[in-house]
Antibody
Framework: QVQLQESGPGLVKPSETLSLTCTVSGGSISDYYWNWIRQPPGKGLEWIGYVYYSGTTYYNPSLRGRLTISVDTSNNQFSLNLNSLTAADTAVYYC????????????WGQGSLVTVSS | ETVMTQSPATLSVSPGERATLSCRASQRISNNLAWYQQRPGQAPRLLIYGTSTRATGFPARFSATGSGTEFTLSIDSLQAEDFAIYYCQQYNFWPYTFGQGTKLVIK
């Protein structure tokens, strides 16, 4: 069974860049879409964007311009970079797998809390 | 962007009874609708995909229907572990969007 694990800093300063990595184990990164989703404390879910194993990406327009998602198939990892951070970016960040033909998320990481504060 | 609206925001139901949760899309999304269950402190877990197909690990007392813009999740014979937050998600249009969630609480 595939497992996903987020890693990255828990605290980032305003205006800086957040870098998170998701490591995929128990399965191949090929033939799936790899997504980032976030959840501000006490609030709902927001889809951030995805990367296909081939490198194709799609980003939520609300974050486009600040966001880069990339994939490293040799290490079964994909990453998120979000710049120009503000307090509004404080959230639990999840990585999740999407199916090739239908973009529901069938496997999720446990989540990584990122706080933006000086 | 496709707006997903869930109702009610909070649903109070007694154990053993039936809960019915609603999700409405701002435009037709075919059957590209999923439901997730989120317990406190945990990641969301896929419950339903393709409007009505149960994901692995969920019993038959979870069922879902719908089409177009109106979707429903039903939970029969509520058990203690079912009290959680439920989110719907459309994956017919970019960007993929979630409803704001329905919190199912014990009455």
């Amino acid at each position: 069974q595939v497992q996903l694990q987020e890693s990255g800093p828990g605290l980032v300063k305003p205006s800086e860049t957040l870098s998170l990595t998701c490591t995929v184990s128990g399965g191949s990164i090929s033939d799936y879409y790899w997504n980032w989703i976030r959840q501000p404390p006490g609030k709902g879910l927001e889809w951030i964007g995805y990367v296909y194993y081939s490198g194709t990406t799609y980003y939520n327009p609300s974050l486009r311009g600040r966001l880069t998602i990339s994939v490293d198939t040799s290490n079964n990892q994909f990453s998120l970079n979000l710049n120009s951070l503000t307090a509004a970016d404080t959230a639990v960040y999840y990585c999740a797998r999407g199916q090739r033909w239908e973009q529901y998320f069938d496997s999720w990481g446990q989540g990584s809390l990122v706080t933006v504060s000086s | 962007e496709t707006v997903m609206t869930q109702s009610p925001a909070t649903l109070s139901v007694s154990p053993g009874e039936r809960a019915t949760l609603s999700c409405r899309a701002s435009q037709r999304i075919s059957n590209n609708l999923a439901w997730y269950q989120q317990r406190p402190g945990q990641a969301p877990r896929l419950l339903i995909y393709g409007t009505s197909t149960r994901a692995t690990g969920f019993p038959a007392r979870f069922s879902a229907t719908g089409s177009g813009t109106e979707f429903t999740l039903s939970i029969d014979s509520l058990q203690a572990e079912d009290f959680a937050i439920y989110y719907c998600q459309q994956y017919n249009f970019w960007p993929y969007t979630f409803g704001q969630g329905t919190k199912l609480v014990i009455k």
